[in-house]
């Protein structure tokens, strides 16, 4: 097994080597041209060159193709429910992207001891007053449901799972609002049916979850 390990060190080597003799070559190619200058400066501005696509922001048409609804079997009642619900959340992204949606500032903790009376007097002020907006456009949501707020740049397919939580109500029959629950590792998001029915309860429960449940943190 040893001998293996170095014929595959040296194929290693080799190819690396072989790499960046042709990316030195290259950047004196752009040098000839002045353009190794605003590659080296520019990065952001020149990446789309260097993609095999043009890289495109993502909006609501884009975000929406990539969900993939676990819907209820065809013809029954939940499925109805599913369906609208997932025409009002294409609604509510078409509305976040004409910015005729606004949302709400969540506090954050900017000192995270346990105990307020061990913060020293004079930042006391400190612990109020302290607020994040979010990002309220599709690729904002994106992130939120992700962790990532660009389209893929290899282009490998996205894809965004989205169950239904019918049961709620059965579950605990004395409570009044749930909330869409997200997974952004697992890319998946689990609407409460019962309490997102209609385009307006539809937004004011999910805008209330995407601004107020955006940090991994203490509150």
Not at 41 to 66: M, W
Not at 71 to 84: A, D, M, N, Q, W
Not at 179 to 189: D, H, L, Q, R, Y
Request: with cysteine; aromatic share 10%.
């Amino acid at each position: 097994m040893a001998h293996i390990d170095d014929i595959v060190r040296s194929v290693t080597v080799s190819l690396v080597n072989k790499r960046i003799l042709y990316l030195r070559e290259f950047k004196e190619g752009l040098t000839l041209y002045g353009l190794s200058e605003i590659v080296t400066n520019q990065p952001k501005v020149c990446l789309p060159l260097f993609v095999r696509e043009q890289v495109q922001n993502v909006d609501a048409t884009y975000l929406f193709s990539v969900i993939n609804p676990e819907y209820s079997p065809v013809g029954s009642s939940r499925r109805e429910l599913e369906e609208t619900l997932m025409d009002d959340f294409q609604d509510f992204l078409m509305a976040l992207d004409e910015g005729t949606i606004t949302g709400y500032d969540s506090p954050v903790a900017w000192n995270y001891n346990e105990n307020p009376d061990d913060i020293p007097e004079a930042d006391a002020e400190l612990f109020v007053d302290k607020f994040q907006t979010v990002e309220l456009t599709s690729a904002g949501v994106m992130g939120w449901l992700t962790g990532q707020k660009h389209r893929q740049l290899n282009g490998e397919k996205l894809e965004i799972l989205a169950k239904f939580d019918h049961e709620c109500l059965i579950r605990q029959p004395a409570h009044s609002i749930c909330f869409p629950i997200v997974g952004a590792c697992g890319m998946e998001i689990t609407f409460p049916v019962s309490h997102m029915k209609g385009y307006d309860a539809f937004k004011n429960v999910f805008l209330l979850a995407f601004c107020k449940g955006q940090a991994f943190a203490k509150p």
